[in-house]
């Protein structure tokens, strides 16, 4: 556990004392939720197609694919002609491209940050290396298999994925989610304790809450 | 007098109007932008679809009363900034609940929705939030002060705080309008107009590169969406107010959709072509300049 | 305007020449830029603690991206290590490539032919405008002008279609082999890529006319992020950093590899060494980059071999040496050292990326006292790719 | 080159010198005379950029060769300084007060080799592993595939052949061994 992450006694700038307990004030103990689709056929279409069609996408690199993020964005191959954007920040964003290789050392970030992101939510892996290490099989700080760690919906093969496959691969993983397949979340919140152990066996210093919202 | 309920599901209906036509207008405005980056943008009715999926989102997560009310807060600056301010000059249905002194309520209101972000942003506990609140407050302040007295010249240059009396003296012709009437004032009033409206080069509020991404930071799904319902009222109510006082009003839907697109597209265009002040530079601009503005401005008339 | 640290709003300093930062007196706030940000360079993160607006110390976070290249190619024999060697720098990939097949070459002896020299050359140069390029637009984006990011990055597109027909690749090329390069020109190939240069000649113009004109641009940039030119040797500056800093290090000139001895050029030199003199210098040098290129396509021979005759590669192997190959990136100077034992596989290859003193020691040092929204451009201008840091 | 290193043997006992290229040389000397070295380097012969400090790891040896490579822009030279440690708990003086920037380079050989640079500012903080609790990776008896295959799951279907075997079953198939 980190040290910030103790429980303490913290003498605040007027001179008052109380005890911190980050676990228990800054996080949330509760372990994920799978949220189910409650409402009828049509309506759960609806929203389905309106998830599609607005894809928010995290904006994270978190390896070299995130050099083909940028020609994506812009005139060539304008991506938001498709409904797809930027949110610089994890509570707005659907969908969390992994781009490339993770390093054990992201990878604790990348969870962190799948796990602040609002369900239903959707995992991307791009690169040969998020699906079985690719050039990095016999690396020692990179994962190979992505989906033993996070739900993964869609992977998009090469190295790297040139643009055109990105949008085909947007293609695709609307489809997935019109045909409402895209249930990661959920997947995520059930296994959870396979998920987790996962992780801690590639995170050899686990040092933060193990669900973190 | 007597109160005509009559007028509510009026106003209802114009409240209806204005966010169907800014959800449009915002779009198009962005297709505009795109276009200056040589490229298609976005389909024009992709604010709908964001709006949908965002109240389609099934986790909520909240961190605290605040938290809550803070996009309420911001929703109903925008909706009474709406509300207390004739929308169509003229037409009995759309005056809404204008009466004679909304002048002062409306600048009120244009204040009301940061002052609610901010304490509900301020609850959130994001060190991105606090930060953007402390800009933002102060830019919102420095940038409201110019419009203050531009609206103080012209209350004195029309004897009347009433919106709808100072756009009735600006009928007949578009010399009477206040543009040509009391230039300075109008220069003040837009250079305030850009400060508020969240675009370059004041947007460092909510700025992406550096406090990704301001007061919203922690905000998402049916919260993020309220804020998008205002964030495309918000603007049109305050042209409203700019279009009354100084462009003349609008006597029809189709006079306000024009006024109203032109002068969002001035600040959009201004946007497109800039980069970001630091929040103590704006404030430095507005100092310098729009601020002697306006105050000449009261002295001249 | 100089660089002139205010001490007073300062925390003291501990014995062990740490600052004494107390969180709890509500005096300072941490804050962390990145790893996912919008305005970090790359996978990166920056630990800050802020009093006001104002950074009083900086810890940059680095290894979001480690691979352990230089482990991965102890077990590859030389000939394997080319698919990978290339992966080490994302946004230029072609000077991994031209490093380490110099080092082997110089180490085996091997002898590459004239016309392979001035190809290199080209793809060097090729990649050098694409990165500037992106630069660019970082830098506006950094302080919110998205547009000029759409444009640069739209003639960078032009510039890979050049690189696809040539290489059969957008961004890993692979094309710069031990002996020479894959493949001769396609047919036409100078007439196309003239094309391009003109449209890079064009938008440089549209760049220059709306950014470095622009007031706000210049308000935000100019005397921001100042780099003392008595830093350049303590920090190991090199490239535009230094050139901007009135220091003309540039590899090119100074240690002339390749055919630049045959090229006609002046390194870009300026004294302002803030934001706006770094990227005008880089600005500057993405137009001599283009005049390389239009020199080049006229110098070079039309015919001639572009391979020389290998060893087996299979069973490749290299006598005990070591050496050390430079060559100047868009960033500063990217080095590769390699020491071979006799064996089949390289004993050791250290890479040497400008961004590894750049954005560690010389961030830390810049960062303190600035405004919190500086910090972007702070760090885009000192142009950095964290893949060559941690490799 | 040549000329340096007797300027250099003048004032300490140096190692022999191999001369890669016209501008580039490598001299072995003594791990008490590198800082005496380094000063005179940087401030009589004008060597003042320090283009990188790295290690190698001679296992069979049973040494690291610590290599700072110096560079004169002026005059266009590059020397390489190697300094030999014992494997076994190495560690070095650090350089951080001449050159600011080896500092980081300390950092990295502490955490990927394991040498040990004390008065290194942050010398002991993580740099660029997180939690690595195995030997220091960069050492040579540290097998990353066996590692990697005892800590990774791995999808199936990767069929690993060796290349030189390959190409001869692909070009030559009729000939046998």
Known sequence: MKEELEKRVVKGPDGFEFTVEPLQDYYCAEAPRAHLPVYSKIVEGLFNWARAESIWILGFGTGCGAIEMRPLMTPRFDAYRFGIQWRPTPRQANLLMISGYLSTKTLKRAIRAYEQMQSPKYVVGLGSCTINGGMYWDSYNTIKKLDDYMPVDLFIAGCMPRPEALLAGFNDLKKIIKADKAEGANKYAENFDWYKANQKSVIKDWDMPDYNW | MTFEWMKIPYSLLTLFIVLNYGLLMTAIIAKIGARAGRRIGIPFYQNYIDLLKNYALRSKITHGYMFYLGPVFRLTGGIGLLLFVPTIYGSEMFSNLSFSGDLILALYFIFFGTLGMALGAGESGSPHSAIGISRGLSQVTMAELPLTLAVFAIALQYQTLSVTEIVAAQQGGILHWTLFTNPLAVVAAMLAFLGSMMRPPFDVVIAPQEIPIGPPTEYHSAYLALMQTNRVIFPVAKIVIYMNLFFGGASSWGEFAIKVFLLYLFSAFVGVAFPRFRVEQSIRFFMIWAVPIGILSILLV | MNYQPDRSKYPAKKADGTLDIDLTSGKYLKLWHGPNHPGITGNMSVELTVCGDEVVEGKVHVGYLHRGFEKLMERRSFIQCFPIVCRICVPEPDFNEYCYAAAIEELSGVVVPERAHWIRTMILEMGRINSYLMYLGGQAGALGQGVIGQWTTYVRDLMLDRFEELTGARIYHMFILPGGVRDDLPEGFKDRLEATLKEVDAVLKDVYDVMFKNAVFKRRSIGVGYIDPAWVDEYGITGPNARAAGVAKDVRKDQPYLVYDQLDFEPVVDHGSDIYTRADVRRRDVAMSVDLLRQILAKMPNEGPVMAKLPNVLHWQIPRGETYIRGECSRGEYGFYLVTDGSRFPRRVNVRGPSYTHAMTLLERMIVNTNISDIAALMVSLHTYPPEIER | ?177
Do not use: C
Request: proline share 5%; net charge negative.
């Open chain 4, 1 to 177: 080159m040549h000329k340096l290193y007797e300027n250099l043997g003048k004032i300490i006992p140096l190692g022999e010198m191999t001369l890669q290229r016209a501008n580039l040389a490598f001299i072995t000397l003594d791990r008490r005379y590198l800082r005496s070295a380094l000063h005179h380097l940087r401030d009589v012969e004008g060597y003042s950029h320090l283009v990188l400090l790295t290690a190698v790891d001679w296992l069979e040896e049973d040494v690291f060769q610590l290599t700072y490579l110096l560079s004169n822009r002026t005059a266009d030279m590059d020397v390489g300084l190697r300094v030999m440690l014992p494997r076994e708990n190495a560690s070095m003086d650090s350089i951080h007060d001449i050159w600011p920037t080896a500092a980081t380079y300390q950092r990295e050989l502490r955490e990927m080799f394991g040498i040990d640079f004390p008065g290194s500012p942050r010398v002991n903080e993580e740099f660029i592993l997180e939690g690595w609790q195995e030997i220091p990776p960069y050492r040579r008896d540290f097998d990353t595939k066996k590692y990697s295959e005892e800590n990774f799951a791995h999808r199936e279907g990767r069929v690993t052949k060796d290349p030189a075997s390959h190409m001869k079953e692909l070009l030559y198939p009729d000939r046998g061994q």
